[in-house]
């Protein structure tokens, strides 16, 4: 461990011990390493630090090396949202699928295999699980990250989730604080609203925080969203009301509050990032994420310049920063103790795993079989198939880089299979697919059909014209199911595009939902 003596004066190493910055490369820049000495207690990771696993756990030996409890963090939710195989896909399907298998065992015995994995790589920290109740089905941001739209299981799910990563050693941060399953607009493009009484936030979005604070979840993330039954002027983020008087002090959380990302446009298109972060934390948060979008030394040095300014001015009340930066210390300490410290109330045996029900390497694949739903019938597929990926833009959470689908896996499974993508701007969708499908079988593979005409159209056209289609679903099943066989793979995991794959290929009996 590198030693050097620091001169940065108290509430300046606490206005560094507040941030997560994220950075660019796969290795730890030079400006980087001078923050951590100088009192920076957090670092971030996205796809764009990853390699493989052996690199990650370089990089996070090379940061531990300048101070060893440093938080590590990450927005791993399995799933759609994969840092650590942002470039391969999912080996977890996301929570979407786990809520629809509905089986606590199997939620807690995926957590903690992703954080087991987590912890190999040296990170302690994840942004997950969204605790989200998907009660808007048009939701552009949340959708399958939700583990559904009833609000119990939301809620036993949460727990369960929080319960495993845990287990493993890595810290929870359950998210978006107080709820953004009930929005049409995505806080990373705009302010969403939510228009609801609070009689309906306390028995909808709140109840699966609650059940967060009791299963002890170390930390939460706020959501920059406007609910002017909690308070009319100020979103959750730099709301008092909310992150103080509602978390703290009705909810009784005494565990780490971290903003969601500052950059984004609903804070930084409203106050800016430097006064967002100081209201934030003069609001309750004990930290802010930032770096998915700005990720450079420039901005670490803008934000802590404005915390200490505020604190200078008696804006931020110095007592106020310290606590956070004393918050976000006790967590980075938990973790030092806790990695490895057990197994998940309820987890399972390596012998339980091999007939489907806990832990294993291959627990994600078992969990994305289960959570496959089929309707309808169909023969094995004996030749290659022709596979249309009907494509939308991707929310900046799930991000381009990710591939998703069934056409890799299918093309394994029986070689020769092909695949094209279409989206809303190709012209007469149906008769392109058909005209490159010729006479092979069409498997149609979408995501959130119910949200796009041009999909629902499209599909409804191809199988008028060739009743033998096959569809699959991997976003929310909300739309009427169609096609000689309907597979519903409730997320778009690698895993999930495999489970699918092998319906296809195998074909199945007539069964219903």
């Known amino acids: ?88 896909g999912s080996s977890f399907p996301g929570n979407l699928a786990l809520g629809h298998v509905d089986d606590l065992e199997l939620t807690r015995a995926v957590a903690q295999e992703l954080g087991r994995r987590l912890t190999e790589c040296g990170v302690n920290l994840n942004w997950a699980p969204s605790a989200d109740v998907n009660s808007n089905p048009d939701n552009p941001i949340i959708g399958v990250r939700s583990f ?41 493009h ?52 909310i992150l103080t008087g509602l978390l703290r002090e009705e909810m ?42 700005l990720e450079d030394d420039g901005t670490v040095q803008r934000l802590r310049d404005a915390l200490v300014a505020a604190v200078r001015s008696g804006e931020l009340a110095e007592e106020r920063l310290a ?41 994600g694949l078992i969990a994305a079989r289960r959570a496959v739903r089929v309707i309808g019938s169909a023969e094995p597929l004996t030749e290659p198939a022709y596979v249309a990926a009907f494509t939308s833009a991707s929310n900046i959470a799930v991000g381009d880089e990710t591939p998703w689908g069934v056409a890799a896996e299918l093309g394994r499974l029986v070689p020769g299979t092909e695949t094209d993508t279409y989206s809303g701007e190709t012209v007469e969708p149906a008769a392109a697919v058909l005209r490159a499908a010729g006479e092979r079988r069409i498997v149609v593979v979408v995501r959130d059909a119910h949200r796009h005409a041009w999909m629902a159209g499209t599909i409804d056209a191809l199988v008028a014209e060739r009743p033998d289609t096959v569809v699959v679903e991997m976003g929310v099943p909300q739309a009427p199911p169609t096609g000689a066989l309907h597979i519903a793979t409730h997320g778009a995991a690698r895993v999930c595009g495999l489970a699918a794959a092998e319906v296809i290929a195998r074909g199945t009996e007539a069964r219903g939902a």
């Open 1 to 88: 461990m590198t030693t050097l003596i620091s001169t940065t004066d108290t509430v300046t190493r606490d206005a560094l011990a507040v941030l997560q910055p994220g950075f660019t490369g796969t290795t730890v820049p030079d400006w980087v390493l001078r923050r951590v000495d100088e009192g920076l207690a957090s670092v971030a990771l996205f796809g764009r630090n990853i390699r493989t696993a052996e690199q990650v756990s370089a990089l996070t030996a090379q940061l531990r090396a300048e101070r060893e409890d440093l938080l590590v963090a990450i927005d791993e939710e399995g799933g759609d949202v994969t840092r650590l195989e942002v470039r391969t």
């Open 148 to 188: 559904g739209a009833d609000t119990a299981l939301v809620a036993r799910h949460t727990a369960a989730y929080i319960e495993g990563l845990q287990a493993a050693g890595v810290a929870a941060c359950t998210k978006h604080f107080p709820g953004h399953g009930d929005t049409a607009i995505d806080s990373h």
């Open 190 to 241: 705009a302010m969403p609203r939510i228009d609801v009484d609070l009689e309906t936030l306390h028995a909808r979005e709140l109840v699966p925080f609650r059940a967060a604070v009791a299963a002890g979840s170390k930390c939460v993330m706020s959501a920059h969203i406007l609910l002017p039954a909690l308070d009319p002027n100020r979103p959750a983020t730099v709301s008092p009301r």
């Open 252 to 293: 009784g959380y005494d565990g780490l509050i971290v903003t969601d990302a500052v950059e984004m446009q609903a804070i930084a298109g409203t106050y800016g990032i430097e006064r967002g972060s100081v209201l934030a934390i003069a609001a309750g948060a004990d930290a802010l994420c930032v770096g998915g979008g």
């Open 323 to 363: 606590d956070a930066a004393a918050r976000v210390r006790a967590l980075a300490s938990w973790t030092r103790g806790a990695k490895g410290a057990g197994s998940a109330p309820g987890a399972a045996t390596q012998e339980e795993a091999a007939s489907g029900t806990g832990i294993g390497s291959d627990i």
